[in-house]
């Protein structure tokens, strides 16, 4: 169990190929030549409702009571032995896809959880249309300030600004890209 070696991709972007996607793929890319298995989520893909601090995790046998498409995230989080959360910067924040996912993380630190997750691993990975570094510093407090109440050890990040349109990572943004294949290439 200690030396599984699986990554889960949180995609948090509507848009498919997207900058962030691109983060991810390079992530991927350096992991896999480490030898993890690489899994992909499109979180927009899927219906995710919001956390409705109904404190029944659990009561049902499952980590949450909602009937929606957690139950398809839940088995990839606790597979996982690595987990990038991967976000284009909305308003300052995580995207509207992603956010949900970090609600409901709270089932597995509820009193009785059936289930924990302890020892997670997590990485950020972030593009926005600012220039400048700091736009990313309250998805950064938020990122850290949450992986540290789950007991997760931070792996790393790479937040790309200057990244406003589809393809900006591919034609200013490489030395992101090379970044994020670092990151990966370091687990
Ligand atoms: C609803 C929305 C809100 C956004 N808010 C910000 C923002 O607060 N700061 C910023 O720098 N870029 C912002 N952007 C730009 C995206 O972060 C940027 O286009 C990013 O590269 C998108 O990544 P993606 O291609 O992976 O979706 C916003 C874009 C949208 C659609």
Redesign the pocket.
Known sequence: MENKKVLTLLLG???IG????NLADALAEGASEKGYEIKKVHLAALTLKGCTDCRKCWSTGKPCILNDDMDQVYPEIEDASVIAFVS?????SWSSQIKPVWDRLIPYYMPGALRTTPSKKAILLA????KEDF?FDGLRASFKLTANFLGWKILGEVCA?D????G?IETKGTKWIEEAKKLGLSL
């Open positions: 972007s509507p848009r997207g900058n962030t996607e284009p910067l909305y308003f300052y593009a926005a249309g600012d736009a600004p990244l406003y349109f589809k900006d």
